[in-house]
């Protein structure tokens, strides 16, 4: 099959662009890859969408990257991993990491009163998909959850140390620093854009885990365990495509990738429904 192939790009799919913050994680573990993104903004966010539709959504969004010969899947969405994982793991024929699973485990590795807290969006929140993979995992973990959706907007507005964005912070947070948590899951792939004001409003004793890196460290070592690492000692390449150009999205993707894009294109709907 082709993606078993060392040269094959990463592919990386969300609902939108905030899984570029995964990709900025996948090109500091592995500069050598090349990563194929696709963001379907046309249809963002999944968040408010049934779990059928969720579910129809990732399998456009994986089989577009198959045409793109990768040879693993990340989904960068936190909506699509709680929803979709299962379905795509048993479906496609192709290694596919989530961000739930990884999340979770790297949040149980490192705290040590097992008092975890995650923040995210409100689907995510109300699926409950970190604690019930937490409590799977290990059930004597505490788990206390807080969705935080105005974090999506402040991180896209670059409000990254703007007052306004810690006084907002401050009032979600304050429950989750009441119940003495000693570590954090962002939950969502924009909020390590914030993690500079949220680690500053918990506190030193709070460790924040971006299940981004995490699911990247997994990537890692699924690939070099397989012998699937590319090699080549060039820098790699990140192409972007995406269901529509949302207002600013350049500006944004600077943002949240730190750097400017290699390429992108915009690709019809058409072209991501048909079979």
Same mark, same amino acid.
């Given at each position: ?58 399998? @456009? ?78 059930? @004597? ?108 999205? @350049? ?25």
């Amino acid at each position: 099959m082709q993606f078993f192939n060392r040269e094959n790009p990463i592919g990386v799919f969300d609902s939108g662009i905030g899984g570029l913050t995964v990709v900025k994680r996948l090109n500091q573990c592995m500069p050598n890859e090349n990563i194929i993104y696709f963001g379907d903004t046309a249809r963002v966010p999944y968040g408010n969408k049934s779990n059928s539709t969720v579910i129809e959504y990732a399998d @456009e969004d994986a089989r577009f990257l198959l045409k793109k010969n990768v040879k693993i899947i990340v989904v960068a969405c936190n909506t699509a991993s709680s929803v979709a994982i299962n379905y795509l793991q048993e479906n496609f024929d192709i290694p596919i990491i989530g961000m739930i699973e990884p999340g979770a485990k790297k949040a149980l590795e490192i705290s040590k009163s097992k008092r975890i807290g995650v923040i995210g969006t409100y689907a995510t929140i109300n699926n409950h998909a970190y604690s019930k993979k937490l409590l799977e995992i290990d059930k @004597e973990v505490k788990v206390f959850e807080k969705a935080c959706p105005l974090f999506v907007p402040l991180a896209e507005e670059g409000l990254i140390k703007h007052p306004a964005t810690k006084l907002i912070a401050e009032e979600y947070l304050n429950e989750l620093k009441q119940a003495e948590i000693d570590t954090l899951i962002l939950g969502c792939t924009h909020y390590p854009i914030l993690a500079e004001t949220i680690g500053e409003i918990m506190g030193e004793r709070v460790q924040l885990v971006d299940s981004g890196q995490a699911a990247s460290q997994d990537v890692e070592k699924y690939l070099e365990g397989r012998g699937l690492r590319n090699i080549s000692n060039s820098i790699g390449q990140n192409k972007f495509y995406v269901s529509d150009i949302q207002t600013k999205f @350049e500006e944004i993707v600077k943002l949240f990738l730190g750097k400017e894009l290699d390429y992108f294109a915009k690709i019809e709907l058409e072209e991501l429904t048909k079979k």
